[in-house]
């Protein structure tokens, strides 16, 4: 999850004078929530003395800017895995994820027991392409090890212009060993919103990640299905959706809420400590047609967000496996010459108060897709019977009247290939249905 918020200004980074401002601004927090300016000086004076030590015994010359850039980076490492500092082509990269385009693998990736960690593969993405799953280890990039890698360092290394490979070397939970994947890198997509009608008045819509405009587009497609027909049942797919922007998932999330608490956020200074709250707009159109939000352990952040209040509220039904259990907040603070701090800042919380930070969001109904390569490895698996209908017999009778139902969704080959493959959104749509006959019946 990634917001923007100028709380530092002004800064600048090569000098040995800067570097010392930039602890004295974080020194001077209030009571309590901070070390003792006495300390903080003592430890500054250590850190002066060791710059000066290094600039002139070394056994080659130093330069200052970078050895202080690595100070920051050792400084920030200590902390979490979300915090880091990000030079002016790093920041570049971090505003073109959420407003323009970049060419990678497609992979959201974290810091893991000290292992680089894919948090989910972007739909549609080579790595996607290429198989790549949440959980997966990266354990070296182009043959070097990841050990001790910084989370930038890796995304640069990942990162390269379209038409070029990068071979990372995967390890997953229950191989023996570590396979060597090439991946050829392309545009990664912006587009957050993938949307269909698996039948009439059952919607499937997919959100990749939370960008600047993905509320925007979702609504959108709502407006797109209403046109078309009446919604029986919607299902918001967020299954290795990374994360993305915290006001998209508050957005969203009161697409669906009238009132009530969507999230809140608890950090050591009362700037950090906020209330998002639903509320109903005039003139906007309201949904209360039945929705299933299907999550997996690719599920992070923002997403979070959205499946953790809509299951509070109780506005949805959450299918799937348990989320990732990213629970924190990083704030982007700009600093001069381009250069960023991102920052961990505070903790978020679900509207009933749960922090899901490393337990994740725990669904209403669990249901696991089948690994894509589980029939590969279990060889003495028997092949399924064939199952034969009247429709497959030669000559058989035509039935004489239509469905238009069925002539709808029989007629879309890739949505049929898609739900057969996929066993939570089949399993999801057929939840809806069931909540439709259910409604009716009580209508009675």
Known sequence: MKITRRLLTGLTLPTLGAALFLFLAFSHLPDGQAAKPQDTYEH?????????????SYV????????????????LKSLDPHSSYLRADDFKELQMETEGAFTGIGIEITMRDGMLTVVSPIEGTPAYKKGLRAADRIVEIDGESTKDISLMEAVNKLRGPEGSEVTVSIHREGWSEFREITIVRGVIPIHSIRAAMLEPGYAHIRV?????????DFREALDEFHQETALKGLILDLRNNPGGLLDQAV???DVFLDDGVIVSTKGRIDKQNMIFDARKTSGVKSYRFPIVVLVNEGSASASEIVAGALQDHQRAIIMGSPTFGKGSVQTIIPLNGGAGLRLTTARYYTPSGASIQAKGIVPDIEVHNDPPDAAEDDTDQQPARPIFREKDLEQHLENDTKDPAESISTEDEEIKELLAQDRQLHTALMLLKGLQVLEKQRGK
């Open 44 to 56: 500054l004076e250590t850190f002066a003395n060791i710059l000066h030590i290094i600039q002139e």
């Open 60 to 75: 080659e010359e130093v330069d200052s800017e970078e050895a202080i850039e690595g100070a920051i980076r050792g400084m």
């Open 208 to 216: 990749r990640n939370f960008q600047a405009k993905t509320t925007r």
């Open 251 to 253: 957005q969203l999330s």
